[in-house]
């Protein structure tokens, strides 16, 4: 830019990558760019959702977490000030409203801890699952059916479990996944770094299975993340870190 002269001609910042090619774009270059390529590029809007939907506020450090149907349908999930977790939701209707549905308070539930993760899920069948850890450690599930005149449910999968589960430790990551049978995972770690998952088929009771000593496996460390998934073949990998930084596999064939 400006002609290669040091001094007598305009050029928007001394240093530019149209000068020399170690250095960045300087501003003007970089609005020019912009300008130039924004035909081309996607919109983004900013919506406030909470104020479209005259919504609760969620609470500081809230979890937050969303999914959408197979009816298009949306639902953001966030928890408020007093543990109750809410659902922002939109129908597929073009010309539908953002509702805040207080889904604690419909199931008539159990709130939330303060440092509640939260995951769901719309599963094959369209029910809603959105599981939740309340103040006691027990893994919650905020639960409907497909039926459309269905309420909300708060199952408490740890109680439901047989025999009664172990309570998730303070602080635990939580997971999900549901696989092509409708079977439901739902993976925590407990206060010994063991990775359980609260495992249901269709037509069966729940079930605490402690992943870490079917493996023989090394506990979690405390804080780590979780990730589960199946594939195609029915197999199932639930994943997680050591107190070393390792990454574990907890691994189910098919």
């Known amino acids: 830019g400006a002609g290669y002269y040091h001094c007598g001609l305009y050029r928007g910042q001394y240093a530019c990558r149209m000068r020399a ?17 924004s035909p081309f590029m996607p919109t983004h809007t900013d919506n406030d959702l909470t104020g479209f939907a005259n919504g609760t506020p969620a609470a500081a450090g809230s979890a937050l977490d969303g999914y959408s149907a197979s009816d298009n349908s949306q639902h953001i999930n966030f928890i408020d000030g007093r543990g109750h977790v809410h659902e922002l939701y939109r129908s597929p ?13 419909f199931a008539n539930g159990t709130p939330a801890t303060a440092d509640s993760p939260l995951d769901g899920y719309s599963a094959s069948d369209n029910s809603q699952h959105i599981n939740f850890i309340d103040g006691s450690g027990h893994v919650h599930e905020l639960y409907r059916s497909p039926d459309p005149a269905a309420q909300w449910l708060d199952n408490d999968l740890t109680t439901f479990a047989f025999a009664g589960g172990t309570p998730a430790a303070a602080g635990s990551a939580l997971d999900e996944y549901s696989q ?16 359980h998952e609260l495992y249901r088929n269709p037509a069966a009771q729940w079930l605490d299975n ?45």
């Open 180 to 195: 092509a049978d409708n079977s439901q995972h739902v993976n925590f770690i407990d206060a010994n770094g063991h990775v």
């Open 21 to 37: 090619l170690g250095n960045p774009y300087c501003a003007v270059c970089q609005q020019v760019i912009r300008q130039t390529l």
């Open 93 to 105: 209707d073009p010309a539908a409203q953002w509702l805040d549905n207080d889904l604690t308070a």
């Open 210 to 254: 402690d992943v870490t000593v079917c493996a023989g496996g090394t506990p979690a460390a405390a804080g780590s993340a979780l990730d589960g998934y199946s594939q195609n073949d029915n197999s199932q990998h639930v994943n997680f870190i050591d107190a070393n930084g390792h990454i574990h596999e907890l691994y189910g064939s098919g």
